[in-house]
């Protein structure tokens, strides 16, 4: 079977441009529906038209790319919404990969009648709806949705839609018998790879994320006058509850069980002033459910024992939708595993992912897979975030070596 090949150049062009769009220093700023968010998206569109695809956004902002090809098609691609603070290839990479993977099969005259679809998955950094864009495709988006969803700012999703011009749109829905599958490529954003010197990770499973969100409630007051056994200190219930999940969490963790309390804020969160207000979010995550269901059982335990001392009131609520821990299609890892043999020998393995993506979302509804590649010391959802150009290009090559095959396989070998 020939090998359809990438156009390197041509790939990490399209790469720099997308980066340009929101660039701060080294790293970029897009965050779901805001102006850079959808700019990128439309020039996205009409690099997906330029490369032979119908391409739509859809009233959540999805990109689609669909081929005019008959035939059983393959979805590939990611998102381009970045973190806050994001770097340039989390997600970007994906989305490209799936635009030069088209143009790579349509260039080879062995594939070019093979049909490839492209996409753009939107909000996958949770702004408002972790996966909101894969959710929307497969119909999992809650009822409501876009008056419940508001983001760290106050921002409601239905206005975030309104001032995006999506209100109205039309929203696409995967068309399941269309497809052999979805494949999505992505930066490990870890150091897996790295550490064990391989260029390419076919992922196994994709974990599963919960959150909950504490508010703690007791008594603004003076710092010096109010005397400490007279106290409602929000913080101090903070500081414990923090202190002791941090203590109980480890017993019964997996081996990569992983959890953070990464975001919090404190009222009126000045020196002299005891604080009467303060939030807190926890995160967590595994590859397997059990170990989120005895952390948070910890949690009811921690929360009663704390509110049962009076003074400050700890209210726990779910802080997001949660994320069930997903396994990825053996046949398409398969395909991924000899594309890698191939392009890499020895320099590849099965791996799982400690990231969510929206593959986890895809593949309640199709075959789905993901390809990983290293990042430069393990680092993402900071500015630093990067990769090598010489594993940018194999990532891709191994991409479309892949998609060929499983393609020639959906469409009876031709
Ligand atoms: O947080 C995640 O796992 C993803 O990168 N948004
Ligand atoms: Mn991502
Ligand atoms: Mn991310």
């Given at each position: 079977?020939t090998v359809?090949r ?5 790939l ?15 790293g970029?700023?897009?965050p779901?529906?805001?102006?850079k968010d959808?700019?990128?998206?439309r020039?996205?569109?009409?690099r997906?038209?330029?490369?032979g695809?119908e ?9 689609l790319g ?10 590939v691609?990611s ?6 603070t994001g770097?340039?290839l989390?997600?970007a ?11 790579a ?6 594939t070019r009648?093979?049909p ?11 702004r408002?709806v972790g996966c ?5 495709l ?8 876009e008056q419940?969803?508001v983001?760290?700012?106050g ?6 839609l309104?001032?995006a011009g ?11 018998e269309?497809y ?8 490990e954003?870890?150091?897996?790879l790295?550490?064990t010197?391989?260029?390419i990770g076919v ?8 959150g909950i ?10 710092a010096?006058t109010?005397m400490m056994d007279?106290?409602?200190?929000a ?7 923090a202190y ?9 963790a997996?081996e990569r069980t992983?959890w953070?309390?990464?975001r919090?804020?404190v009222?009126?969160n000045?020196t ?28 009811a335990?921690?929360?009663?024992e704390?509110?049962a ?9 779910p ?6 821990p997903t396994r990825m299609?053996?046949g398409?890892q ?8 191939r392009h890499?020998?020895?320099k ?6 400690g990231?969510?993506?929206?593959a ?10 993901m ?5 430069i ?27 060929a ?7 009876g070998?031709?």
């Open positions: 079977m359809p990438i156009n390197p150049e041509r990490l062009a399209d790469l720099r441009f997308l980066r340009g769009i929101g660039a701060q220093g080294k970029v700023v897009r779901a529906f805001s102006a959808m700019e990128a998206r020039w996205l569109k009409q997906y038209q330029e490369a695809l391409a739509t956004i859809d009233g959540v902002g999805n990109v669909r081929s005019r090809h008959p035939g059983k098609a393959l979805l691609g998102h381009s919404d970045t973190q806050p770097g340039w989390d997600g990479l994906g989305v490209i990969y799936g635009l030069e993977v088209v143009r099969l349509t260039a080879d005259s062995a009648m093979l490839v679809d492209a996409v753009s998955f939107q909000d996958e950094e949770s408002f909101l864009g894969s959710r929307s497969t119909g999992t988006l809650a009822p409501g949705v419940a969803a983001d760290n700012s921002v409601m999703l239905a206005d975030a309104r001032d999506l209100a109205g749109v039309p929203r696409q829905r995967l068309a399941r269309r052999a599958g979805f494949v999505e490529a992505h930066i954003q870890g150091p897996n790295e550490d010197g391989r260029k992922v196994s499973s994709i974990v599963g994320l919960r969100r504490f508010v703690f409630r007791g008594q603004q007051n003076h010096g109010t007279r106290r409602r200190d913080t101090t219930a903070l500081y414990e509850l002791r999940i941090n203590q109980e969490f480890p017993k019964v997996g992983v953070t309390m990464g919090l804020r009222e009126p000045a002299s002033i005891v604080p009467g207000y303060a939030d807190l979010d926890l995160q967590f995550r595994d590859a397997s459910e059990a170990p989120l269901d005895a952390f948070e059982k910890i949690v335990r921690l929360v009663a704390i509110n001392r009076g003074g400050v009131a700890i209210e726990a609520t802080a997001r939708a949660p994320i069930p299609d053996a398409l398969e395909h991924i595993a000899r594309a890698a043999e890499a020998p020895g590849w393995q099965h791996m799982p992912s990231a969510f993506h929206d986890g979302f895809i593949s309640a509804s199709l075959p789905s897979a390809l990983f590649i290293p990042s010391g393990g680092i993402s959802h900071d500015f630093a975030e990067d990769s090598r150009d010489e594993d940018i290009v194999l990532g891709c090559q191994v991409l479309a070596d892949a998609a095959s499983i393609l020639a396989a959906a469409n070998g031709r």
